[in-house]
DNA sequence: TGGCAAATGATAAATCTTATTAGTTGGCAT
DNA sequence: ATGCCAACTAATAAGATTTATCATTTGCCA
């Protein structure tokens, strides 16, 4: 059997993971690094990067591939889909059922060999509809 | 009633939709300009990526802000999921029935004014398929 | 055909992510 | 407890992707 390679318990990887699990935000890299700055000032953004990475690799978080220029990060392994704001590019969760069969479906519509599948709605958010109808709050 | 900007039909233009209408794969940028300077040798990655990002703004095509680090192309505009290989990154369409209803249920459980949804499933494509059971191929 | 807004090509700059490297540290074996 | 060493970190550079700038060119309407 291989070995998975020995992963230390860190300072800097702790206070990642546990800065990630505050929030329900989906934060960027670069927003988990302004988060955890506050506790460990002196850390490197290649160090949230690598860790973000390790984490996500190992399935402690989820990375989040979805729309927008960024990769996204949850603490929430949990199986569930995701809403992104086309004003602001918020990413929310989505309380909606997942939907195991489609991974089937697709299976027999394609040759790949399916894994998994991921839904991704497009919305306008609570605070993006107020400023759409009335921009003088922008 | 608001007036589009006019949108001029320019040679580029012209044949960047060309380009990526031939194809059934899903192009970056950069593949895209790849294509088109067989054709326009001296076309300019700008001028490239401008157009698509304004074909894909007027709805002429789509942009697949799909996993991975790059944009993808599609110049098929009708509803449709895709697949994306989780070893090459290579993204194909899936024929499977679009979801009609699941967006009034994702408006229902949020807050948001839903516009509409994307399902990216995740798998291995045949050829990856065959490389991971025969490494010496790779 | 002339005028002009829109578009182009070339280039620079911005943004996001990954790689490199010398020094540091967590955790295991003594 | 202490020393060792692979894993890790911080700092930095580099790579990759995308967007902005701007002088020049071009499509299109009058």
Redesign the interface.
């Known amino acids: 059997m291989d070995q998975l390679p020995s992963m230390r318990l860190t300072t800097q990887r702790q206070i990642i993971l546990e800065e990630l699990a505050k929030v329900t935000s989906h934060p960027t890299a670069n927003e988990v690094y302004d988060m955890v700055r506050k506790r460990l000032p002196r850390i490197g953004l290649g160090t949230v990067y690598r860790n973000l990475e390790l984490m996500a690799d190992s399935g402690v978080i989820l990375k989040l591939?979805?729309?927008?220029t960024q990769k996204r990060f949850d603490a929430t392994v949990y199986p569930h889909?995701h809403?992104r704001?086309?004003q602001c590019g918020k990413v929310?969760d989505?309380?909606?059922p997942v939907?195991p069969n489609?991974?089937d479906?697709?299976?027999v519509?394609?040759?790949?060999?399916?894994?998994?599948?991921?839904?991704?709605?497009?919305?306008?958010?609570?605070d993006c509809?107020l400023h759409l109808k009335d921009p003088s709050l922008n």
Chains 1, 2 share one sequence.
């Open positions: 591939e979805v729309g927008g889909y809403i704001c086309s929310d989505i309380n909606i939907q489609i991974n479906a697709a299976a519509a394609s040759s790949y060999e399916v894994i998994g599948h991921h839904i991704e709605f497009t919305g306008v958010c609570s509809q």
